[in-house]
């Protein structure tokens, strides 16, 4: 695929894209921003190595999107966007400072336009980093730390698998079950420790052998190799890192009854969906079930601090989820599409409104 720049802002269906070249550190720094109906644009920051900037933009328009839907769904006043900080090539020290102060500092010229949290390929600490330089960055403590929204996005895809191993399985018990775990990143990690904590039988796989490796020694569970991940039998398959793994080629090799993971943007396209529903393949919609970390950001911008009772709201996720899988079954068509008509449906009212 060679769409280029224009091709690709001339085909997009959402507001507006800020572009900018950084000079000195040679990085792309785009800015998606989707859908503002339900407030103000907000998403993560992504850093990332990619082939050429298109692909960074077009991570960026998907992402955003993606997030529309996902503010819509929690119900919360926030509208979509995502930036894309595309790196030519790994970044440490004063380097990767000085690039994410000039990007708070373009945050902060923006007045608000677009406020953003961690994502993939960015840390804490470089959120932290950035709200040295502005105010739009979410869950910047006072003494200038940043809050990891990895664990509360965990906490939110297990309530979601509950709700998922329920549907199924008529129980919620993890014991009987058999999980595997794309990706041990700062959701994935977690989530891993949390399934295994609930009894179940964990398999986990990584890019990074020794990664894998060395959780999987410390837990005493399985590795999957990456070549072997879409083909193993499980009973949950849970896609917690890139996006667009789900596509007519794996999903045709898949060997669980659930898909219930974090990464955004897990279906390569929208038919990847009716793929999975006709292989009888349980689908938790992604932008849903990866919700936790924004829920958790949402209510920490408006002041609800204390970690318990975050981690308490995001069983919020798996109601989400209930009721998503409810609405499919009755349908009988993929939640993929539930979800879509209930996100649909809150920025129609809301559109109406104003
Ligand atoms: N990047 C994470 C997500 O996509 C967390 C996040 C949410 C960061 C909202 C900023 C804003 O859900």
């Given amino acids: 695929m060679s769409t280029d720049l224009k091709t690709l802002i001339a ?18 720094i785009f800015i998606a921003i989707h859908d503002g109906t339900l407030g103000r644009p907000s998403g993560g920051t992504r ?16 992402l955003a999107e993606g997030m529309t839907y996902k503010w819509a769904s929690l119900g919360l006043p926030i509208g979509g966007g995502k930036a894309v900080l595309a790196i030519p090539a790994p970044m440490t020290g004063d380097e990767r400072t000085g690039l994410l102060h000039r990007y708070g500092e373009i945050l902060e010229r923006l007045c608000g336009a677009f ?7 960015t840390t804490p600490k470089d959120m ?28 939110g895809v297990f309530c979601g698998m509950r709700a998922c191993l329920r549907r199924v ?38 890019i990074d052998p020794a990664r894998s490796k060395d959780f999987a020694a410390r837990l005493g569970v399985e590795v999957v190799e990456p070549g072997d991940v879409y083909s193993v039998a499980c009973d949950i398959f849970a896609p917690c890192a890139i996006g667009g793994i789900l596509n007519d080629e794996t999903i045709s090799q898949l060997q669980c009854r659930i898909v219930a993971g974090s990464a955004n943007n897990q279906l ?9 529903h006709s292989r009888d393949i349980l689908y938790a919609p992604d932008y849903v079930v990866n ?24 069983e919020a996720i798996g109601s989400l ?17 539930s979800a879509q008509r209930r996100a649909r449906e809150i920025l129609e009212t809301a559109a109406s409104f104003r």
């Fill in 321 to 337: 989820i209930e009721e998503i899988l409810q609405d499919a079954a009755e349908r009988l068509e993929s939640p993929f599409y």
């Fill in 115 to 121: 406020a953003t949290g961690e994502d993939l390929g």
């Fill in 268 to 276: 390569e396209e929208d038919v990847d969906a009716d793929r999975l």
């Fill in 47 to 62: 850093m990332k190595v990619y082939e050429r900037p298109e692909d960074g933009l077009r991570d960026a328009m998907r």
């Fill in 11 to 28: 085909e997009w269906s959402g507001q507006a894209v800020l572009v900018r070249y950084d000079n000195e550190s040679g990085t792309w």
């Fill in 169 to 206: 399985f008529d129980s919620a018990d993890f014991a009987e079950r058999t999980v595997l775990i794309q990706g041990l990143g700062d959701v994935g990690e977690p989530l891993a420790k949390q399934v295994h904590e609930a009894g179940a039988r964990l398999l986990v796989s990584d």
């Fill in 128 to 155: 932290a980093t950035v709200g040295e330089k502005t105010r739009y960055v979410h869950g910047v403590n006072t003494d200038g730390s940043a809050v990891d929204p990895g664990p509360f996005t965990a906490r």
């Fill in 291 to 314: 919700g936790g970390g924004a829920l958790a950001l949402g209510l920490i911008s408006r002041s609800v601090r204390d970690e318990e009772t975050l981690l308490q709201r995001m």
